[in-house]
């Protein structure tokens, strides 16, 4: 299993950033391909961003130009930086490998118009 920790959500209003942080308690290089996913209220949880081992990214549409996905395998940590938010952003956003197989806590990410 896969053991990982969000962190750095929190209230922001339009326009502005947020950067958050996912730790795992294995090596991320040895699980390959991480990603960010993100689930609104009474909505799907869906894929916002992944990244492979050699650090290849990949964003949904509604997120490009806007986020960017980065990895640290040095500190098994993965990164999400979100510019130029927006209220439709707001979800609780998770970590996970790529295809998931478990999923950390989540962190609330809360942006007002």
């Known amino acids: 299993q896969v053991q990982l920790v969000e962190s750095g959500g929190g209230l922001v209003q339009a326009g502005k950033s947020l950067s958050l942080s996912c730790a795992s308690f294995?090596?991320?290089?040895?699980?390959?391909?991480m990603a960010w996913y993100r689930q609104a209220p009474r909505k799907e949880r869906d894929l916002v961003a992944l990244?492979?081992?050699?650090?290849?990214?990949n964003y949904t549409d509604s997120v490009k130009g806007r986020f960017t996905i980065s990895r640290d395998n040095t500190k098994n940590t993965v990164y999400l930086q979100m510019n130029s938010l927006k209220p439709e952003d707001t979800a609780v956003y998770y970590c996970?490998?790529?295809?998931?197989?478990?999923w950390g806590q989540g962190t609330q990410v809360t942006v007002s118009s």
């Open positions: 996970a490998d790529y295809p998931p197989h478990s």
């Open positions: 294995r090596s991320i290089f040895v699980i390959g391909a």
């Open positions: 990244i492979t081992r050699n650090s290849i990214t």
